[in-house]
């Protein structure tokens, strides 16, 4: 644990050492207000309350959660510096842990600043808070999703563009896991059993209701568990490519 | 103290450490010798457990590095080929980090800062990013890094590439007083130093080892008293 907190204190430290950190807070306020006002038109809904904030959140993870989890691994292997990490007193699982919660915390850092947005509801009419506050809980665990997601990929390769490039792919495919663009392609050969599994892992899908404010124990137990398979498949790719 | 027995290591077809063996004593300075791709630095990624062997084991001070990785990495500092860090830290951030992870605290963890900060002559650069420092600066960081724990086991893969003369002078220096009570493997191309700080020089090529003896050993064995020629003798005659 000690050893986890050390680690997900330098790397926090990191972002805000260089400017990845203002960069990605400030393309991620402008994308989300861009998103609520043009493309869910919050003022002219006439109603008070975050749903077109939280219901394009997926879509503006998909390209800046890979953006964050890209230099994870990739960047400790092409600097060689994950030779020293490799070689200190601590384990794989530590070091994948404390290097996830980090960038994960630090996702969830850019959540809180999107603050104002919930004081101008709360100006405007009188929302749900409590829906509000659910929602963006249910939010920023899908972003851990994807995050694990980009953690493992990044350690599969030196090169962060191709990290990028790949969890992008894979974040897309679980996002779209339940519509028919995914669903089609499988069907043909698939039985039915097996296309009902693949639908069920859909990003969409689970993220529906958590973004009405609806924690249904379920969904929770479903980003959880997809955070956990792919932390562990990350910890053991750093274990198989660290010298590479 | 480490014992290294029948250490293999093969990447695919290459066999990069063929059947190495040896042993260090607390007080000995071994000298690791040989041509470019010699398996020097993938003997000593073995010993830190960054690599693990194909066959072969190693023990540093009665922990065997693949089963007891964490107790064996306790006791050893290590300087990686080409010194790497984290750039966008500053070298008082840096040994902050290091300190945390090797369980230094209160007033032991002063002491030790401040031993190594003076020791490696940092003082002048401790809030300056790493990455903006020359490269002789990054490597007295990485050998900060390496001594900050006073580890029992030292391993230092080239800890005098591309620093000019003085600062070569200083870390050898370094190197001679810690010496005596701790267990110390160095890499080198130079073969001056060996002179200057080895009580003892292994000469490996193609992953095997040639010699192994004292430096006046090493001499005595060729003809003309250098260490240049029965480096050149024992790696050429090997290779032809």
Same mark, same amino acid.
């Given at each position: ?244 | ?113 401040? #031993?190594? &900060?003076?020791?490696?002559?940092? +003082? @002048? /650069?401790?809030?300056? %990013?790493?990455?903006? !420092? *020359? ?37 050898? #220096?370094? &190197?001679?007083?810690?010496?005596? +009570? @701790? /267990?110390?493997?160095? %890499?080198?191309?130079? !073969? *001056? ?48």
């Amino acid at each position: 644990m000690r050893n986890i907190t050390t680690i997900f204190k330098r790397e926090l430290g990191s972002y805000f050492a260089t400017p990845v950190a203002y960069v990605f807070i400030v393309i991620f306020l402008i994308m989300s207000g861009a998103m609520t006002f043009y493309l869910g038109s919050l003022y002219e809904r006439g109603q008070a309350d975050l749903s077109p904030f939280f219901q394009y959140h997926p879509w503006l993870y998909l390209f800046l959660v890979p953006a964050i989890a890209m230099r994870l691994w990739a960047e400790e292997r092409k600097s060689g510096s994950i030779e020293l990490l490799m070689t200190l007193p601590i384990s794989v699982g530590e070091s994948v842990i404390g290097k996830y919660l980090a960038a994960w915390v630090f996702i969830g850092i850019s959540l809180v600043l999107t603050f104002p947005i919930w004081i101008t509801i709360n100006y405007l009419g009188n929302p749900d808070n409590g829906v509000i506050l659910a929602a963006y809980l249910g939010s920023f665990l899908m972003a851990g999703g994807f995050l694990a997601i980009g953690s493992c990929i990044s350690a599969m390769t030196k090169n962060q563009v191709i990290a990028f490039i790949i969890t992008v792919v894979i974040c897309f495919l679980f996002l779209l896991a339940g519509s028919p663009l995914v669903l089609n392609f499988f069907k043909v050969w698939m039985p039915q059993n097996i296309v009902d599994a693949i639908s069920s892992l859909s990003f969409l899908t689970h993220y529906a209701s958590l973004a009405k404010g609806v924690i249904d124990l379920r969904d929770v137990i479903y980003f959880v568990s997809l955070i956990g398979f792919w932390l562990y498949a990350n910890t053991i790719i750093v274990e198989m490519k660290k010298a590479d | 103290m480490i014992k290294i027995k029948n250490l293999s290591k093969k990447f695919g077809h290459l066999t990069a450490v063929e059947d190495v063996s040896f042993e260090v004593k607390p007080g000995e300075v071994l000298g690791f010798l040989g041509p470019n791709g010699a398996g020097k630095s993938t003997t000593m990624k073995m010993i830190t457990g960054f690599l693990s062997p194909t066959t072969g084991s190693v023990e540093v001070c009665g922990f065997d590095v693949s089963e007891k990785p964490i107790e064996a990495k306790k006791r050893i500092g290590y300087l990686p080929e080409g010194a790497p860090s984290y750039g966008e830290m500053t070298p008082i951030q840096y040994l902050e980090f290091i300190g945390q992870i090797r369980q230094l605290s209160g007033q032991n963890k002063i002491d030790r800062n401040k #031993e190594v &900060i003076q020791k490696l002559h940092l +003082d @002048k /650069v401790l809030n300056q %990013s790493i990455d903006t !420092l *020359s490269k002789g600066f990054k490597r007295r960081v990485g050998l900060a890094q390496a001594i900050l724990h006073d580890p029992e086991v030292l391993i230092l893969d080239e800890p005098t590439d591309g620093l000019d003369p003085n600062q070569k002078f200083e870390v050898r #220096e370094l &190197i001679n007083s810690i010496a005596p +009570d @701790k /267990v110390i493997i160095i %890499s080198t191309h130079i !073969l *001056s130093e060996v002179d200057a700080i080895c009580s003892r020089a292994i000469i490996i090529a193609d992953g095997k080892v040639l010699a192994d003896d004292t430096p006046e050993g090493l001499r005595s064995k060729s003809s003309s008293d250098k260490m240049d020629d029965i480096f050149r003798e024992i790696t050429s005659g090997h290779i032809s």
